[in-house]
């Protein structure tokens, strides 16, 4: 009998897999190998990649699509999506020009700017959590009405900055620290924090939850409308600080602001990891989407290719990502 | 001293439909009571508005002479009451310790912020499935565990706090007989403990063969409600098929 005990006692205290095992198996982990490929290939094959220049171009470009995809990679996580992120940083962004020609406060136009996305994000998540309405049409309708708002708000102009008033605004987003793009940086941070968000606290684990096994999380007394909630509140907040960031770059913004966006957020945390199922996603995902995108789209122009390839490239590895998921998952049993 | 739990006159009805009619039930510590019944007898019902997931349309509910409403399930669980569910009502993405934990994680301090304390988590869910005799390991994730694995997160966590009352939901009906056994003898556990359990089943001799007592439900109507060694498999067929009318 202690012998039995003895036994469990062992089996108890193992591990399924180390930190080596679960790195093999994470869809993130493939993406960066075929992204250190690439890299590798574009150093061998052109001059032009592997410049100061060029990577900081690289950097830059990916940080914003990485931003929201950040946001979007938890809404994905509890099964849902959210198509109207590329609208809601062009409602925001519009909003910031406003205010910042309006009041010449930096402070007061980023505010404005977040809130605006904030506001978007509470009306998405309340209509889909409290009234249990479908994401993908929620998020759908709000995809038109945010951008149309942005038309009617910038009534279809240009809003642009000029002079000396508007340096600290245009050099947040499109300055640098030590040689790394300001934008990059707020990448790190962000997934930094969100990483750390699902990973280390319960809000985190319930994401997760909601994306196993909804009706259980409910029974086990997970709050879970609000979770829902949140999580659209975080893509949309994510939207507008990625809108901060790039109309700072820019030095302008127009109605178009991130239109389509969403379509490359959506891919980069799918490629990442990111299952619409639910259940699966990394914020480190969510960035080795967004820097694959980036450095295909780069590539190709290194590389003398038409950009109209671009497209092709993307979708290509949107499939391939779902096929290496299928395949993990079948080996799983 | 008041009983345990005491439901006086419970009925449910959605809209015309009565799901249950005018049910009393009393509960003590220690005790076994075995709920059987046919498909829409109404015990998934009585044991769903004993657990919170919805309120009675009438009646009573007493637990331990106070009067209590409960508006969901969490509610339940603060005074004393853990269910396992029929589908055991676990994420197969997450691991086993954090399943057990669902809704009442283990958090410690770091700095400002509340963190998960996974060490915490996988020790305490260790001993728990140490308890259960259970070989199930808290770091594996529950979507590759066998039926018996399963059953066991779910009943661990019933263990987490001082239940003084354990529903279960059929939950022998989806694994083997050795882990049949297993279940029952971890019923015997629980009551050992002075806990109170509700065993909902279809399977005549696991009831026989661990409840104290046995409560038949037919259409809506408690039919039957008696020591079970005053009664036997072939009364409670009768009363289930409604050959025996009550007893």
Redesign the interface.
Known sequence: MSKQIAAIEDVVGVQESGFFGKMLRSQAFWITVFVALIVLLLILRTDRFWTANNLFNVARNLSFVGIMALGMTPVIITAGIDLSVGSIMGLSGIILGLVLVNTGSMWLAILACLGTALLVGIVNGALISYLKLNPFVITLGMLALARSLALVFSNNKLISFFGDEYDAFLNLGGGSLWGIPNPAIALVIFALIIGFLLNYTAWGQYVYALGGNEEAARLTGVPVRWIKMSVYMLAAFMAGVAAVLMVGWLGAVTNALGEQMELNVIAAAVIGGANLLGGAGTAFGAVIGAVLLEVIRNGLILAGVSSLWNGFFVGLFIILAVFLERVRNYRRG | MPALLELSDISKHYGAIQALSSVDLSLESGEVLGLMGDNGAGKSTLVKIIAG?FPASEGQMRLEGEEVHFS???DA?NKGIE?V?QD???????TAA?NVF????I?RQLGP????DYQAMYKRA?EL??EL?????????V??MSGGQRQAVAIA?TRLSKAKIVLMDEPTAAISVRQVAEVLDLLRKLRDQGLAVILISHRMPDVFSVADRIVVMRRGHKVADKAIKSSSPEEVTGLITGAIESA
């Open positions: 997931n969901k399930p969490v669980r269910v569910y055991l009502a676990l994420c197969n993405n997450l954090a669902l809704g009442r994680e958090k912020l509340k963190v998960l260790g499935f140490q005799k259970s070989e199930t390991r808290p770091r594996d994730v979507r590759q966590r």
